[in-house]
């Protein structure tokens, strides 16, 4: 913006109930995060200042929200809630049919048990670590065929979410597309750093689909956060409202995955929406079997109630401008500091490249996985590796996977923390920028066979 011009953007909240957060010493993080075995996951919350751990179920629900648990059905069967989080489903994402799930994980087991079979191969916009793990349990095989830019940290490219088209070309030719049960698309990519698609991809995305009647599959978690990069950078929808925009989107494929603990800011919940009445019917079979009643999945009526508002909430400019505007807020006081993130900053998290940030701690000694610990220790700031601890092993050989991305995801919970909570944050970054030369690597003492790193524990190497 210009300077003169420029004006100033603030919350579209104001703060009705505050939640105290405890103050400690250095030597207090010392001990708490060597009693979690230098992982982040295992700290107690109560010992965390600013918890930028996930964005997932850590958002402040509105007023009306609050509203809406006082008017939860517990109806086993047939809950209200229920036919409205249906109505919200239909009117803001276009899915017909509509499975409750306690949250995303469990729509991602249903959908992989009734797509996959053994030996199929699953292409998606770079893997998700639970999305990938249910494709596997179902004894499918994940394929990447995200563009090439998405593993660059330093890639500007406005839309590193996007397809690579040769990519899944390459993929059908090889093993034909019976043996592709789907695409599987999220918007605003996690592991990417938080990273859009471009509505044009998702058309050209639509047309191969018809082509060659392989269905899409959308990972709708963070679909908002997606919509006002679109509105913002692609040409054609600057004067589309975001709520048009998510519509399109969704239109543009055949279902959909939620963890509504991300964009419809509710505690908990999630569920799985397809337009085949078939593959409902299947959906809605095997819930009942894992989750609860397919009226209301593994949520109470009033979390069905809670996320039906959510949705509608979650479309709204000011909401969604002022949301991914404090992601950047963030991101940007690290980059005038020459810190080295993911650029462009994502929509839900600021992602620190640890490769470049700890260049002489070699990938297997998991350098993510230390500076997140440093970070804990310096400022009482909470984050999240997201590298080659989070990625896993190869099955086939054992190895840890050594991404391409090594990073450390500092993610901003909606409508939660203010403006100087990121100040302080980025300031005990930079400190620990400052210090980077004597921070040293980890190796494991406990891995965990699934998800290691939730709950693997590590030591500092000499
Ligand atoms: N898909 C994406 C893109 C996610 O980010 C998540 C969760 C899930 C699926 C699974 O949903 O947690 O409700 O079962 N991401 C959280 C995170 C855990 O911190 O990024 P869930």
Not at 183 to 196: L, R, S, Y
Not at 284 to 295: A, Q
Not at 374 to 379: A, D, G, L, P, Q
């Amino acid at each position: 913006m210009e300077s003169g011009k420029k004006r100033s953007w603030a919350e579209p909240f104001k703060i009705k109930m505050v939640e105290p957060l405890k103050m400690t010493t250095r030597e207090y993080r010392q001990k708490c995060m060597e009693d979690a075995g230098y992982n982040t996951f295992l700290l107690k919350s109560e010992d965390v200042y600013i918890d930028l751990l996930t964005d997932s179920g850590t958002s402040a629900m509105s007023d009306r929200q609050w509203a809406g648990l006082m008017l939860g059905d517990e109806a086993y069967a047939g809950s209200r809630n229920f036919y409205h989080l249906e109505d919200a489903v239909r009117e803001f994402y276009s899915y017909k049919h509509v499975v409750p799930t306690h949250q995303g994980r469990g729509a991602e087991h249903i959908l992989s048990r009734i797509m996959i079979k053994d030996g199929d191969y699953v292409p998606g916009n770079m893997y998700f670590t639970t999305t990938r793990l249910h494709q596997e349990l179902a004894g499918g095989k994940f394929v990447d065929v995200i563009i090439d830019e998405a593993h660059d940290p330093n890639s500007r490219h406005p839309f590193k979410g996007d397809v690579d088209f040769e990519k899944l070309e390459d993929l059908r030719k090889k093993v034909g597309r019976e043996k592709i049960p789907y695409v599987c698309i999220a918007t605003c990519v996690n592991m990417a750093g938080g990273q859009p698609i471009s509505m044009a991809n998702l058309k050209k995305l639509r047309e191969w689909s018809k082509e060659h009647d392989i269905p899409v599959i959308h990972d709708a978690t963070r679909v908002a956060e997606n919509a006002y990069f679109i509105k913002v950078r692609e040409e054609g929808y600057k004067d589309k409202s975001i709520a048009e925009i998510v519509y399109e989107i969704c239109s543009l494929t055949d279902g959909c995955t939620m963890s509504a603990k991300k964009d419809p800011m509710v505690n908990i919940g999630g569920f799985l929406a397809v337009n085949d009445e078939e593959l409902f019917n299947k959906a809605r079979n095997m819930v009942v079997i894992y989750e609860g009643l397919h009226t209301y999945g593994g949520m109470a009526g009033r979390d069905m109630e809670a996320l039906a508002i959510g949705i509608e909430e979650s479309v709204q400019f000011d909401h969604i401008r002022a949301r991914v505007g404090q992601v950047e807020y963030l991101g940007q006081k690290l980059l005038d500091e020459k810190i080295p993130i993911v650029v462009p900053v994502g929509g839900h998290a600021v992602f620190l490249n640890a490769r470049e940030f700890l260049p002489h701690i070699d990938q297997d000694q998991f350098p993510a996985q230390s500076l997140a610990a440093e970070i804990f220790v310096e400022s009482g700031v909470r984050s999240m590796e997201r590298g080659n601890v989070s990625k896993g092993r190869n099955p086939e050989t054992g190895e840890n996977y050594r991404p391409a991305l090594e990073l450390v995801r500092l993610t901003i919970p909606r409508r939660v923390y203010t403006q100087a909570h990121m100040d302080v944050t980025a300031e005990g970054i930079i400190d620990v920028y400052q210090k980077r030369d004597k921070i040293k690597g980890l190796k494991f003492v406990y891995e965990p066979a699934y998800l290691r790193f939730f709950q693997a524990r590590f030591e500092k190497i000499g």
